[in-house]
């Protein structure tokens, strides 16, 4: 895909809002304003963003769990107040105001996540079976953490994905570190895109920190999705600037990450990248920075609005919700 600069300026756009949503759940989560806990995605919206924001609208999407998928649904189009709504425990949210963590809008390709790493492996395998039988040239991109590389369903569905060349693509956004557990003491390649090749499958290792190289890989895996040649699995390097949930201690094993290292991952923040590398090229002015900081927080004010003055779930509905009849 030959990316023009309104291309370029709409992934930055995507990046922004992705940033500032981020920020919001998290001040929310502090003033007890939002239900359950957020895992801060502030330092690895990149692959989120660069791998949704130029996708089909039916095509099928996992989100992953860094920022309760907002970088991802963001890129795909959705309308994140209803996702606040739903973490404000109202009923005007995606579930109705029974979720809080669970990523759905099915009218653009999002039928949902989970909690469970690695459930959406087979799930994946599942769509892309269905996009494949339906002929109408969908394709799957799912996402998951270095964490979940672990799991044994990776395999199964890589296996099952290769043999029937179904259009998925697995991106894998490995932050470095597991809830604790650095990925050098959990995998022993350097990079987790080295499983594809035993499986036949087109591998790419990505700056995670650079929105369009992220974009980039994806949609040339996308195009040969497309075009009926089967999976391909992209590694983005990215991290994260936060612990893996709010008030969950920040280890690195079973020491603390220091202050030091932190900033030293701040120094290639994706949001700074991107701006500088489009201010230098001319694609963006200052005034459009600016702009796009305007829009964006007004953006955040409705969602705020719509979440706080919407009613809360009538309790009547919880029997229907639960039960089939």
Known sequence: MQFENEDLIKLYTNLVRAREF????????????????????????????GACTFLRKDDFLWAHLRGHGIPHMIGKGAVVKYYLAEHTGKATGLC???????????EYGI??????????????????LAAQKNGRGQVVVSCFGDGGSGRGTLHESFLMAANWKLPIIWVCEN??????????EAHPMDDIASLAPGYGMPAAVVDGQDVIAVAEAVMAAVERARAGRGPSFIECKTCRFHEHDIGTPDLAGIEARS??????????DPVKLCREKLLARGILTQEDVERIDRETQAELEEAERFADESPIPDPAILEGAVYAA
């Open 22 to 49: 981020d920020l919001l759940f998290a001040r929310r989560l502090f003033r007890g304003q939002l239900l359950g806990f957020y895992h801060q995605a502030e330092g690895g919206e990149a692959p989120g963003v």
């Open 175 to 184: 932050n470095q570190l597991g809830m604790f557990m650095p990925v050098d």
């Open 111 to 128: 039928y949902g996540t989970a909690g469970t790493l690695g459930s959406n492996f087979p799930i994946a395998v599942g769509w892309g």
């Open 259 to 268: 202050k030091e290292e932190i900033e030293k991952l701040r120094e290639r």
């Open 96 to 106: 109705g105001g029974m979720s809080t963590y669970h990523a759905c809008a099915p």
